[in-house]
């Protein structure tokens, strides 16, 4: 079969790089792709918003199923597109509808839902601009910190923690007023603050049966001890020591059950990822947000761990028939640490040389924000430049390889955090 990945991310790299393996795979293609993407797939010059152009490629390929990797083509209706058009009723597409993008396309359309379906959330309300005195009111009645989230989607950044109500205030201000998040702001969600423990629950699912994958911490501030500016991740473990047995069994029955079953009552069409992000409060699970595709960097801790063959289980997803898959996880840790350009989440300088990727590394090289120049070098292109992960026995020696192989990588400017899982040691 051949297969097209759509996203140019580490998730997308991570993607390719697993259903490389597939022994059912002819060719397989990534647009737009990355450096890193190049080494194990064809990339192609298509962009992923851009539903003729990726029309016309998978004719032209003949390709059989096209895997989305960002939020944004499904937010915009990529699969209903597919559904529609009569030349492409025999490619398969994973993902969900642009109305069941919502999920994550909204955090006032999720709020409902999970409200309507009576899965755990934090108490909220949601204003647009002319409401913005009432806004204020409700931020009075609740305690600090307060949490502010744009509806709308904002790569990762819509989400603003304050901690006292003048620095609420100001925020709120600042995205209904001034648009901080552009249109992604226009309504915005103001929820009491979840006191926990975070982590993230994915699952594959065809809309009726699911399968459920590794679970994930991710650490999105850019500095060490979870300080400074949110990024879209920093790194990520997997599996989360705090998250038990007894934990997942709440997870699946509260909201797996409940979100999936929403899904059919709502008639929504829905074949792809689900990725919980969870609050656990003492020992209590909380849907913080959902997001409709995999996580990034959340994928390239997941992936190496499902031993399943994964091009079996998007096929099982895309035709409905995932009930008759199996997903097989191995039990060892996987944790990967994000080499950004210097300056990021804020102005960074791009095209800088990237060395030591071609050593011995003892770790896995996820390539996001790369490129080759005219001499065929790797050069960086982008804030989140790569996600080196490695898996060992346990948080420990992941840790010291992932580092280990991190110190023979160099760029200008080359930043990461040095205590990525450390916490989950103490």
Known sequence: MNVLILGSGGREHAIAWKISKSQD?????VAPGNAGTSDVAQNVDVSATDFEQVKA?????????VVVGPEQPLVDGIVDYFGKDPDLINTLILGPSARASLLEGSKDFAKNFMKKYNVPTAAYQSFSRDQLEQAKAFLRQLKPPYVLKADGLAAGKGVLIANDFEQAEKALTDMLVDEKFGVASEVVVIEEFLDGM??????????????????????????????GLNTGGMGCVSP????????????????????????????????????LGLMNVDGEPYVIEYNI????????????????????????????????TSIEINDEYALSVIAASGGYPEKYE????????????????F?????????????????????????AENIKQAREKAYHALEKIHFEKIYY???IGKDLLE
């Open 367 to 391: 390539q996001a924000g790369t490129t080759k120049d005219n001499r065929n070098i790797t050069i960086t292109s982008g804030g989140r430049v790569l996600a080196v992960t490695a898996m």
């Open 240 to 275: 989360v020591p705090f998250v038990d047995e007894g934990f997942m069994q709440k997870v699946e029955s509260k909201i797996i059950k409940p979100t999936i079953k929403g899904i059919q009552m709502e008639n929504l069409k829905f074949n792809g990822f689900l990725f």
């Open 417 to 419: 955090r040095k205590d």
């Open 25 to 29: 795979l002819t060719n397989l293609y």
């Open 198 to 227: 975070e982590c993230s629950v994915f699952a594959i699912t065809d809309g009726t049966d699911y399968k459920i994958l590794p679970v994930a911490k991710d650490y999105k501030r850019i500095g060490e001890g979870d300080t």
């Open 350 to 365: 791009k095209q800088k040389q990237i060395s030591g990727l071609d050593e011995e590394l003892g770790a896995m090289i």
């Open 293 to 324: 595709r995999l996580g990034d960097p959340e994928a390239q801790v997941i992936l190496p761990r499902v031993k399943s063959d994964f091009l079996e289980l998007c096929l099982g997803a895309a035709k409905n028939e995932l009930a008759s």
């Open 57 to 65: 490629f998978v004719l032209q390929k003949e390709i059989g199923l």
